[in-house]
Structures are given as structure tokens and as C-alpha cells.
Nanobody, 121 residues
Framework: EVQLQASGGGLVQAGGSLRLSCAAS????????VGWWRQAPGKEREGVSC????????TYQDSVKGRFTISSDNALNTVYLQMNNLTPEDTAVYYC??????????????WGNGTLVTVSS
């Protein structure tokens, strides 16, 4: 059974930081790009960041570039999202995902649970 267990969300003031973690199991972690999507209240789900576990290539949504950093630990099958200088616009449920292949260009194959991030102004 594929599991992507996200954690680390919470309430933080604008300008603060959070680090999300996602523990993956049930599939070959090294063979899949992994990343994060988010869904803000009343908005569609959107991709935030992705990392290829084969060559460490990363991608970021423009609105988070320079503030968020994605990383992964292949030994632990875990992906992280360090979020700095958070703004109220970052408030959303953040989902951990795994792509259908090793490149971030692949579509999402597996969805994990969400973790709520709330940024107060």
C-alpha cells in the first residue's frame, strides 16, 4: 500500500517559517519525483515544488521561489519543504505527492494526506 504521510503544518505569523515532512512507503522512492501541492480555501489545487530523486532537479512555483526549499532523503524515503518568509497567501492544505516517473515533468501518480498551514497577518 502506497502511503505519503505529511506532517509539520501549523499556525505561524507572517514572516515565519515552517518545515513540512513527508514519509513515503509502498513504492520505490528513488524511481519517482516527489513534491508538494497545495489548496487554498476556495481555490484549485496547485503545484508548489518538486524534486527528482534520480538527479535532484528541483522545480518551484514562481510565487515561492527564493522562499521555499525542497529536499529529500532517499535513505529515509522522506521529502521536506522548508518554507521561509511565509505570507497569508501561503495559507493552504499542503499535500505530499509522488510523480509517475523520475522526472518532475511526470504527472502526479500518488497523493498523500494533507497538512494545514495557516499564516496569520
Amino acid at each position: 500500500e502506497v502511503q505519503l504521510q505529511a506532517s509539520g503544518g501549523g499556525l505561524v505569523q507572517a514572516g515565519g517559517s515552517l518545515r513540512l515532512s513527508c514519509a513515503a512507503s509502498g513504492f520505490t522512492f528513488d524511481d519517482h519525483a516527489v513534491g508538494w501541492w497545495r489548496q487554498a480555501p476556495g481555490k484549485e489545487r496547485e503545484g508548489v515544488s518538486c524534486i527528482s530523486n534520480s538527479d535532484a532537479t528541483t522545480t518551484y512555483q514562481d510565487s515561492v521561489k527564493g522562499r521555499f526549499t525542497i529536499s529529500s532523503d532517499n535513505a529515509l524515503n522522506t521529502v521536506y519543504l522548508q518554507m521561509n518568509n511565509l505570507t497569508p497567501e501561503d495559507t493552504a492544505v499542503y499535500y505530499c505527492v509522488a510523480a509517475g516517473g523520475s522526472s518532475c515533468e511526470h504527472g502526479v501518480q500518488y497523493w498523500g494526506n494533507g497538512t494545514l498551514v495557516t499564516v496569520s497577518s
